[in-house]
């Protein structure tokens, strides 16, 4: 019954790598989200897409980019990871005519960049 | 801009008594919901119960309920008859419905402990 599906729960990665972070979704939503979670912080706004092809940048986009060639696949990039790129991430999808329905979310991956 | 704050970063509560989460927001929407997600230990964010902001009446789902006053931009969460399965990390959050690809936006969230 999983919905929305995360490459790697625990990512390990050195300072300067190139990383990417998968997310798949099987629900035909058109919205997808990346989030950062940090203690005392919350959830934070990366990047989102509300179509194929289609992104805007969240609260935080600096050292991130992203990727949507298909619609169930949003793909988060770090183009030289950094020591402060550590966090939990978390994707997350939704409907794009029910905004009511809230997310459905993925089950985070935890990246530690070394 | 829209903003959420949970000021308690913990709460604890003793098995089968109430706990009230508190949150307030801040928007300039006329229209909006606003949800309470729960996050246990596997770290797969859960629905806990949403609100529509023009809906009067203070939505319930079993032993969750909520507080919710307009003018005060208040959205409390009450747990009752707790259960040590609630112990997680909950976060408030809000989206406005104009537009589809309306935001959420989360507070800081609370860390719940369930005492038995």
């Known amino acids: 019954d999983v ?17 990417f972070l998968e997310c798949v979704q099987d629900m035909d939503h058109e919205n997808m989200f990346w989030y950062r979670q940090d203690p005392g912080l919350g959830l934070r ?3 989102f897409s509300y179509d194929v092809k289609m992104k805007e940048k969240g ?6 980019s992203v990727s949507r060639e298909k619609k169930e696949r949003f793909s988060l990039i770090l183009e030289s990871a950094s020591t ?14 029910r905004v009511g329905e809230g997310y459905t979310f993925g089950s985070g991956t935890r990246l530690t960049v070394v | 801009a829209q903003t959420v704050t949970q000021s308690q970063p913990e709460m604890s509560v003793q098995e089968a008594e109430t706990v009230t989460l508190s949150c307030t927001y801040d928007t300039s929407e006329s229209d909006y919901y606003l949800f309470w997600y729960k996050q246990p230990p596997s770290r797969q964010m859960i629905l806990v119960i949403r609100q529509e902001a023009y809906k009067q009446q203070n939505a319930t789902e079993n032993r969750f309920s909520v507080n919710f006053q307009k003018a005060a931009k208040s959205f409390s969460l009450k747990i009752s008859d707790s259960q ?12 406005r419905i104009s537009g589809n690809t ?5 507070g800081q969230g609370t860390t719940l402990q369930v005492k038995p």
């Not at chain 1, 790129?85 to 997350?92: E, H, K, N, R």
């Open chain 1, 3 to 19: 919905k929305v599906t995360q490459s790697s729960r625990y990512l390990v990665k050195r300072t300067g790598e190139k990383v």
């Open chain 1, 59 to 64: 609260d935080i986009p600096e050292g991130y």
């Open chain 2, 102 to 106: 309306g935001k959420l936006i989360f």
């Open chain 2, 84 to 95: 040590l399965g609630d112990a997680a990390m909950y976060f408030c959050a809000s989206r």
């Open chain 1, 84 to 97: 402060n790129q550590t966090s939990m991430y978390l994707c997350a999808s939704s409907p794009g005519d």
């Open chain 1, 45 to 47: 706004l990366i990047y």
